[in-house]
T-cell receptor, first 112, second 114 residues
Framework: QQQVKQSPQSLIVQKGGISIINCAYE??????FPWYQQFPGKGPALLIA?????SEKKEGRFTISFNKSAKQFSLHIMDSQPGDSATYFC???????????FGAGTQVVVTP | DSGVTQTPKHLITATGQRVTLRCSPR?????VYWYQQSLDQGLQFLIQ???????AKGNILERFSAQQFPDLHSELNLSSLELGDSALYFC?????????????FGEGSRLTVL
């Protein structure tokens, strides 16, 4: 059973557009919410992460919005570029040992 | 380059066989995680080791086992292989000092069971 539910499964956006990926969780003990980016043939790599004491975190063109009461968080990719085409995974962890529960992934395609 | 090394990159074997996947974590990282990635299941946590001891177990089948050696490298053993075991197997490592932080993933071992 998926502890972190991610949508959409895939996304096509034009260059310069905004990509939005949403995730929801049930376990209120989760205290760390990272997003990982995976290119074909590579392992996932950390993109950006947030903890529940803040509602938003921005790093360059990537922003996480976090809604603790709704148990939801989302990734916004502003000014999407073809190089952003990848699979994005949200994840959550509930303890200091770092075991991550991943969402199912969203394949993002940015068209020129 | 994450600094995590996995071998082999590709492996093709037959049903019923046994294989061993190897992982060398980043220098200084004490914690190693194994994940299975298949098309219909996404990234599934299998097992975690910390400084040689098993720390957490996920959806790991009884046919699978793992260990972490004194030099901190880890091996994932898959036995009595079935067609459904075909997947990408990722190893990740973490320094794990204090609060949860970044996991560094290797490039994976692609297992094909025929």
């Amino acid at each position: 059973q998926q502890q972190v539910k991610q949508s959409p499964q895939s996304l096509i956006v034009q260059k310069g557009g905004i990509s939005i990926i949403n995730c929801a969780y049930e376990n209120t003990a989760f205290d760390y919410f990272p997003w990982y980016q995976q290119f074909p043939g590579k392992g996932p790599a950390l993109l950006i992460a947030i903890r529940p004491d803040v509602s938003e975190k921005k790093e360059g063109r990537f922003t996480i919005s976090f809604n603790k009461s709704a148990k939801q968080f989302s990734l916004h990719i502003m000014d999407s570029q073809p190089g952003d085409s990848a699979t994005y995974f949200c994840a959550a962890s509930q303890d200091s040992w770092g075991k991550l529960q991943f969402g199912a992934g969203t394949q993002v395609v940015v068209t020129p | 380059d994450s600094g995590v090394t996995q071998t082999p990159k590709h492996l093709i074997t037959a049903t019923g066989q046994r294989v061993t996947l190897r992982c060398s974590p980043r220098s200084g990282d004490l914690s190693v995680y194994w994940y299975q990635q298949s098309l219909d299941q996404g990234l599934q946590f299998l097992i975690q080791y910390y400084n040689g001891e098993e720390r957490a177990k996920g959806n790991i089948l009884e046919r699978f086992s793992a260990q972490q050696f004194p030099d901190l490298h880890s091996e994932l053993n898959l036995s009595s292989l079935e067609l459904g075991d075909s997947a990408l197997y990722f190893c990740a490592s973490s320094p794990l000092r204090g609060r949860t932080g970044e996991l560094f993933f290797g490039e994976g071992s692609r297992l094909t069971v025929l």
